[in-house]
């Protein structure tokens, strides 16, 4: 039996992947997360043949809750789930060691396939995100977004994920259960590690990095 875990903040969204997944014999949901850090905490829990997940999550996003999931469970399978086939998006998924990446429009039949290509050990990625053009992405992104995110702390990777959604400190602190002080500390520090200056280069950058949508 393959055992999934899901992870999606739209509980209609999670019932509709999870009745799609359990039409097939061999595959059963064991649990549903919320959000990333939920998904992180279930994942070490149950340890998932295969974790199906959203990639714009508010918080902990499903790109970050990624790599912390291959970092501790490397070998659960991680299948991001997103409405974005842009560059940001699915290099950074790609980076955080997910096995596949799937466009939320996509059939019920690709999304079977999905899970099951990641479990054989193959990379899968939606008909219209092509290896060439993953290649391409790759060849022409910013090396230096990639070496200053990894530069971050898990929890500057946190306050930056919010800080770009528009959070103030006070409202991250209470995300976080963290003080205000403590909130504005990180953020400092963060933008420091980045040479960053103001709100707007701080969402360029997260754009960038892929913890936001492109603009279209």
Do not use: C, W
């Amino acid at each position: 039996m393959v055992r999934l875990l899901l992870a999606d903040d739209h509980q209609l969204v999670r019932q509709g992947v999870k009745a799609l997944l359990e039409t097939e014999s061999d595959f059963s949901v064991i649990g549903e997360a919320s959000d990333g850090t939920e998904a992180v905490a279930m994942a070490e829990s149950l340890k998932p043949d295969v974790l199906v997940i959203d990639a714009a999550m508010p918080g902990l996003n499903g790109l970050e809750a990624t790599k912390q999931v291959k970092q501790r469970l490397p070998d659960t399978k991680v299948l991001v789930l997103s409405m974005h086939a842009t560059e940001g998006y699915v290099l950074q998924a790609l980076r955080n060691g997910a096995d596949g990446y799937v466009l939320k429009d996509e059939s019920a039949t690709l999304l079977v396939q999905a899970v099951r290509d990641v479990l054989a050990g193959r990379r899968y990625l939606s008909p219209p995100i092509s290896e060439r053009a993953i290649d391409s992405y790759v060849q022409r992104a910013e090396s230096v977004t990639q070496q200053d995110f990894g530069m971050l702390t898990a929890r500057e990777r946190e306050i930056l994920q919010l800080a770009a959604e528009g959070h103030s400190n006070a409202s991250i602190a209470a995300r976080l259960s963290i003080s205000p002080r403590t909130a504005e500390t990180h953020r400092t520090n963060l933008m420091r590690k980045l040479g960053l200056r103001n709100q707007t280069e701080l969402i360029k950058y997260a754009i960038r990095a892929g913890l936001l949508p492109m603009e279209q």
